[in-house]
């Protein structure tokens, strides 16, 4: 039986609808799904954590590969049906909560002491529900250290933004925060008709390779030095940073940083590549 068969079978016996508050919809093409798997290049010795995994779409082809699944599921209802649906399978732990609030370093070696294995690699594999897509990127990629890679569905402008290059629309924060902790790649596009009910957008499949390429004197600063910016993208980024009381520092102060950096001083934030920025850094005393 076909995925979109198998999904209105599931949504008949569990009177199911797709939930707008969570930002459901249930993908059925089995090409695409097929696709996700192979990118994410799961194998028995791996963990792979899946974010909203919904009906199970998803999880069916992750449980056949990997060595052991962890499903992260906030919306109720869908717990009855995941249980169900892989009552025979034992490799995966089921939890309902939010996956913001989840501590998943500290589940994840919970799951290897209790299975007394290590994992060779600890992978995010989730069509990730598109309303709080950033939110849950930034806590992947800066949060979480046992993560290694990240293969994710998002809105193909999201992922467009995350590998977006200097002096473009789509650069911006988000761009600098997934390129200062991975390597991004655009996989597959997916169109709105690979799923039920259809989204009103495209989508894409996206891996964020997790590594460490970036030498900075003063991490918490660097991520200050970004969002502060492009809060106001249109602005002088010298403006900007005064503006918004970047490190408390004065508009000559600023002035004399961009001129040790070697910096134009009507520079704005959308020109710079993540070296200049970590550049500036580097070179605050």
């Not at 010795?45 to 590969?65: A, Q």
């Not at 600890?122 to 290694?148: G, M, Q, R, S």
């Not at 964020?208 to 602005?235: G, S």
């Not at 005064?242 to 704005?268: A, G, H, P, Q, W």
């Amino acid at each position: 039986m076909n995925t979109l068969n198998k999904t209105k079978n599931i949504i008949n016996k569990f009177n199911i609808r797709a939930n707008k508050r969570y930002g459901q919809n249930f993908l059925v093409d089995n090409d695409i799904l097929e696709n996700i798997v192979e990118v994410s290049d799961i194998t028995n010795k791996d963990l792979v954590i899946e974010i909203g995994p919904g009906l199970g779409n998803l999880t069916e082809y992750i449980l056949e590969r990997a060595g052991y699944t962890l499903l992260v599921e906030i919306d109720n209802k869908m717990i009855d049906v995941l249980n169900d649906r892989f009552k025979n399978k034992s490799n995966y732990t089921l939890i309902n909560q939010d996956i913001l609030k989840v501590n998943i370093d500290e589940i994840v070696n919970k799951i290897q002491k209790e299975n007394n294995i290590k994992f060779n690699k600890v992978k995010v594999v989730a069509n990730l529900p598109y309303y709080i897509t950033t939110p849950i990127i930034f806590k992947l990629l800066e949060d979480e250290n046992v993560i290694d890679d990240i293969i994710v569905m998002v809105q193909k402008e999201v992922a467009q933004r995350m590998v977006a290059k200097p002096n473009s629309k789509d650069y911006g924060i988000l761009t600098l925060m997934v390129n200062y902790f991975s390597n991004a790649k655009i996989e597959v596009i997916v169109p709105n008709s690979s799923f039920i009910p259809q989204p009103d957008v495209t989508s894409a499949v996206i891996t964020l390779n997790k590594t460490r390429k970036y030498n900075v004197n003063n991490e918490k600063l660097f991520f200050e030095l970004i969002h502060k910016a492009f809060a106001q993208r249109r602005k002088k980024m010298i403006n900007s940073l005064e503006s918004n009381k970047f490190n408390n520092m004065s508009k000559n102060d600023i002035e004399n940083l961009f001129v040790k950096c070697n910096l134009d001083l009507n520079t704005r934030a959308e020109q710079l590549d993540i070296l200049d920025f970590i550049n500036i850094i580097n070179n605050i005393d």
